[in-house]
């Protein structure tokens, strides 16, 4: 089930610090992640996922995604 908790033993500072380090890599804020849908939900991979997913897009991914 790709339990972040249960599977891979990881704890909630741990998936903190993936979510830094994915919302970097993938151009999303952290910004209000308590109006996320999946704050507080997340369990799995795909969990985590669909919450970096929901996040709002930084002013530099915005930018990169204009047609020039």
Do not use: C, M
Not at 17 to 37: V, W
Not at 49 to 63: E, G, K, L, Y
């Amino acid at each position: 089930s790709d339990g972040l908790f249960s599977d891979f033993h990881l704890e909630a500072d741990d998936v903190d610090d993936l979510l830094q380090e994915i919302a970097a890599r993938s151009g999303r804020s952290l910004e209000k992640t308590a109006d996320n849908p999946w704050y507080g939900s997340v369990h799995t991979v795909k969990d985590l996922v669909a919450f970096i997913n929901a996040q709002a897009a930084t002013s530099r991914r915005q930018a990169s995604a204009v047609p020039q």
